[in-house]
Every structure is written in structure tokens, then in C-alpha cells.
């Protein structure tokens, strides 16, 4: 059992920063996420935590303990690389056993642990087979066997589903998901897939440039973004921002937008400047005679929803409405918002009004 505190933690690469000091806490037991776009220092953060990459400052404490100058060997982490990082010329049974017998376990052990790891993944039938012939599926069920067998404190995965068709991508997620909670083992995951992240994740840390923008559950991050790069990055369709220039008075729970005046979340610090009005495109009604006008440039029918796109004085936004909602490209419509689930952002900052 594992809990993971990572504190100001930094890496440089000659002159280039790669991880800017962070900090977040993963509880004993989480499925943790660490979810940004290409290149903003999920993997270095990873790899600092298992022992493959020496942090330039910062800590990481492992039950309290400070390990971020210890070896690999010396952590009791587990790293978990895509599923091609077996050893082609052994067949399963090797390939699982192959960290006990280099750790000098005895012969009948080995056997135990791995008829033990084989039946938690439901590849008892295929022990003795070669990894070469084996499906994308049993590939990456022997590469977790392989992790799992040693009963580490932690385990580090590195976009382990990467390199699988979308399909197939789903289901072994799920059972990913439903290992874990089996095992119940700490496990830090890193994706550049949001809606990966939010499916899977007890918690979520979200990265971008170096710098970690947001740490909590799936539901804090889509529901109370802190920054507009996360409002923007979690969701599909994305959360709307419509820009305004404007002032919020402190204690306030309105915001006069566009000659409109709109119901907000009440702020506790008063604003004055650029703004955006953050809404996700479902808590946008259309409404033929609210007074926020809007023009329909286009929709798109997906079945039981539909979304539209529409342009009003803020700017484009796209509502996710009820495909039996009647709007044709070109009609003007009234729009009206759900006022518990605005986030107001300083535009110029881009941090979410507090
Ligand atoms: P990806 O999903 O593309 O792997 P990532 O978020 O995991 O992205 P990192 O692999 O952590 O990103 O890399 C962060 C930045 O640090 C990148 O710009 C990368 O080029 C740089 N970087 C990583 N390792 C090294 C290294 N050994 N030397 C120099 N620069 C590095």
C-alpha cells in the first residue's frame, strides 16, 4: 500500500524545464491520472517517480518516506510499458516469472505467484504459448502480469493502451479499471486522452507547458475548472467562452454581459477587465423570447442530442440541446444559462474568477 506526496517537485533539462515545481498528493489506492497534451512533462513527472529520472529539486515522499534520490530497485514501483516491451523469445509463463527468478525466489514459488497473476487475468490457457503469435489483448494482459507478480507499492503506467484501436482500447481499460479494484494497488496513469482520464481516474492532474494547471476528482476538474486551458482541454464539445468586457462587484452573483444580465456563481474577490463567460454547450437552453439573441449558423444531429452552433456578441458557441429541439441554420434564437454551472474567467490570466 502506497500513498504518493509530490512536493515543488522540478526537472530541468539543461536550460529547458520540462516539469516547473508541482505539487499534488496521490492517496493509497488511487487510480491516478496524469493527463495533459504532447510534450508538457506527464512522462518526465512519471519517470521521476519510479526512479528513471532524477528530480533537479523537489520531493517525493513514498508513506512519508523521501525517495526521489533512491534507485529503481530501492522504490518498490512498478513501471508498466506499452504492451510491445516483452521479451520476444520467452514464451508467457517466462515472461511473467522472469522478476521473480531474478530476484532468486525458489522454483515452487515462482509457480505459485504466477498460476496466482495468470488467474487475476484470466490467462491461465495461454502460459505456455510464445508472446509472438499472442493478440494485442494477451500482450498487454502478460506486460501487466509481468508488473503485478513482484506485489509492488505502486505501479507506473505510461499510456499503457497507446499503441490499441479505439475498441479494443475501451474494453481493456475497463479491465485495467477492474484489476485495480481488485488489487486495490496505488496506481499513477498517464494519458493525453481526457475522456480516458475522466473514465478511469479517482483523481486527475492536469498538466500543461510544465506546469500542473488543476489536481482533483473528474467531477471538480469538468464542473469547477480552475483555468480556461482546462475548461477547454476536458469535454467534447468543449466549454464555451463567451468574451466580454465587464466588472463583478466582491459577493456578487451577477454579471451584466452584452446588455444581459446573468445569474453566476457568487465571487468572493471583486474583478474588473476582460472576462469570459465559461458554459458547457449542455447547460445552454435556446429559448425563443429570452432577450441574449443568437444567431443558428449550423447543426449537427447525433441521435437523441444535437449540437448547434451558433454566434452571438461574445463570440462562437456550440449548445448540446434535445434533437427534437425545432433550429434551422440562420434563425435567431434567445439563449439562457444554468447559473449554478457558470465559471467566470479573467481572460488575461486565464484563471477562473474565484
Ligand atoms: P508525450 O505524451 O509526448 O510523451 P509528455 O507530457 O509525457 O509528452 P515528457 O515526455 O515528460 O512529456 O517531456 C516533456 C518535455 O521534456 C518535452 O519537451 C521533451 O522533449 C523534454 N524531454 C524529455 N526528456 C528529455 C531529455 N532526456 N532531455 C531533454 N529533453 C527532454
Known amino acids: 500500500m502506497a ?47 519510479a526512479g528513471l529520472e532524477l528530480p533537479t529539486s523537489g520531493e517525493i515522499l513514498l508513506d512519508g518516506e523521501e525517495i526521489s534520490q533512491r534507485p529503481p530497485s530501492e522504490r518498490d514501483i512498478a513501471f508498466v510499458f506499452q504492451m510491445f516491451a516483452l521479451y520476444p523469445h520467452m514464451n508467457v509463463r517466462k515472461n511473467i516469472s522472469y522478476p521473480l527468478v531474478s530476484q532468486g525466489m525458489p522454483r515452487a514459488a515462482v509457480k505459485a505467484k504466477v498460476a496466482e497473476v ?118 467534447s464539445p468543449s466549454m464555451n467562452f463567451i468574451k466580454f468586457h465587464g466588472k463583478i462587484g466582491a459577493g456578487s452573483s451577477d454579471v451584466a454581459m452584452h446588455e444581459n444580465t446573468f445569474a453566476v456563481p457568487q465571487i468572493r474577490e471583486p474583478f474588473e477587465g476582460d472576462m469570459a463567460f465559461g458554459v458547457r454547450p449542455e447547460h445552454i437552453e435556446l429559448s425563443d423570447d429570452a432577450p441574449f439573441r443568437a444567431e443558428v449558423l449550423a447543426t449537427e444531429y447525433l441521435g437523441t442530442t444535437q449540437i448547434i ?36 474567467f479573467d481572460r488575461q490570466s486565464g484563471r477562473a474568477l474565484k
Do not use: W
Open 118 to 235: 495468470a488467474k487475476i487475468l484470466g490467462i491461465e490457457d495461454i502460459l505456455d504459448r510464445p508472446v509472438g503469435g499472442l493478440s494485442g489483448g494477451d500482450r498487454q494482459r502478460v506486460a501487466l502480469g509481468r508488473a503485478i507478480v513482484r506485489e509492488p507499492k505502486a505501479f507506473m503506467m505510461d499510456e499503457p493502451l497507446g499503441a490499441l484501436d479505439a475498441e479494443f482500447r475501451e474494453h481493456m481499460a475497463e479491465e485495467l479499471r477492474a484489476l485495480h479494484d481488485r488489487m486495490g494497488a496505488t496506481t499513477v496513469y498517464v494519458t493525453h486522452d481526457q475522456l480516458e482520464a475522466m473514465q478511469m481516474g479517482d483523481k486527475i492532474v492536469v498538466m500543461n507547458n510544465a506546469v500542473v494547471e488543476q489536481f482533483g476528482t473528474p467531477q471538480e476538474i469538468y464542473d469547477k475548472p480552475a483555468t480556461m486551458f482546462v475548461a477547454d482541454f476536458i469535454g
Open 3 to 49: 500513498q504518493i506526496v509530490i512536493k515543488n517537485l522540478k526537472k530541468q533539462f539543461g536550460d529547458f524545464t520540462a516539469v516547473r515545481e508541482s505539487s499534488f498528493t496521490i492517496e493509497d489506492g488511487e487510480f491516478f491520472m496524469l493527463l495533459g497534451p504532447s510534450g508538457c512533462g506527464k512522462t518526465t513527472t512519471l519517470r521521476m517517480i
Open 309 to 344: 452552433t451558433l454566434n452571438t456578441a461574445g463570440g462562437e458557441v456550440k449548445a448540446r440541446v434535445s434533437a427534437q429541439q425545432a433550429a434551422k441554420a440562420g434563425e435567431t434564437v434567445g439563449l439562457t444559462f444554468d447559473p449554478g454551472t457558470i465559471t467566470l
